[in-house]
């Protein structure tokens, strides 16, 4: 008849066996830890930035020399004509140089706008014909392959300057019909437009902290408070 195990060894095992915690069925702590003993699941990636929009990407780093306006009524005043309209198009426009390869030559677009309400002066016919000066020497193609056609715009325009005598310039292609006015923005901040549910200025794309208007602080989601009191559609 086999020996009984000595009381000692049987106490040891007792508290062996007490000592290890009982399996737990997944997703619930084990016995004697409670849920807030164990690790914190890993946290859910962030979700990734929206893509910037390829329409004003192809005007990263556009610069020009200009004096801003401080107020949208101060752009008002310095311009002729004040529209809602829409874009319809991109065109290429003059080149300022001897030749399409000067290689100081200066490019510009003319855009094409469908005009909806005129606010401020006259604009003869349907159509405003807006030159600027170009971002880079990309195609005036890919420009109008991204442009926002159809979306409300609202425009600060006065008429184009022509070419100094003498200057040496390659005209448009296809220019502005006869007795459509070639215009210019009044300055860059004069090309806004509703882009992504949110104004966009894609000529003067002010970083944060470096507003469009230095005394205006117009809603970024409401197209016609980028117009003075005496503008704003009734």
Not at 104 to 130: C, D, M, S
């Amino acid at each position: 008849m086999p020996h009984p195990a000595p009381r000692t060894a049987l106490a040891a095992l007792a508290l062996l066996l007490a000592a290890v915690p009982a399996c737990a069925p997944a997703g619930q702590a084990p016995a004697g830890r409670s849920a807030a003993d164990r690790p914190a699941p890993a946290p859910a990636p962030a979700p990734a930035h929206p893509a910037p929009d390829p329409f004003l990407r192809l005007y990263d780093g556009y610069q020009v020399d200009y004096e801003p306006a401080a107020t949208v009524t101060e752009l008002a005043d310095r311009s002729e004509v004040v529209a809602l309209a829409q874009l319809t198009e991109i065109r290429e426009g003059r080149i300022l140089g001897t030749s399409r390869g000067d290689p100081a030559r200066a490019e510009h677009l003319v855009y094409v706008f469908r005009v909806t309400r005129q606010l401020q002066g006259t604009l003869p016919g349907a159509l405003a014909y807006v030159e600027a000066l170009k971002p880079s020497f990309e195609p005036a193609t890919r420009f109008d392959a991204t442009a926002p056609k159809g979306t409300e715009a609202l425009l600060y325009l006065r008429r184009a300057i022509p070419a100094a005598a003498g200057e040496p310039s390659v005209p448009a292609p296809q220019p502005p019909p006869a007795g459509a006015p070639l215009m210019w923005f009044t300055t860059p901040q004069g090309f806004l437009v509703r882009l992504g549910g949110r104004v966009a200025h894609p000529l003067e794309q002010a970083g944060p902290g470096r507003p469009l208007f230095a005394h205006s602080t117009p809603d970024p989601a409401n197209l016609y408070s980028w117009l003075p009191p005496r503008l704003v559609p009734r």
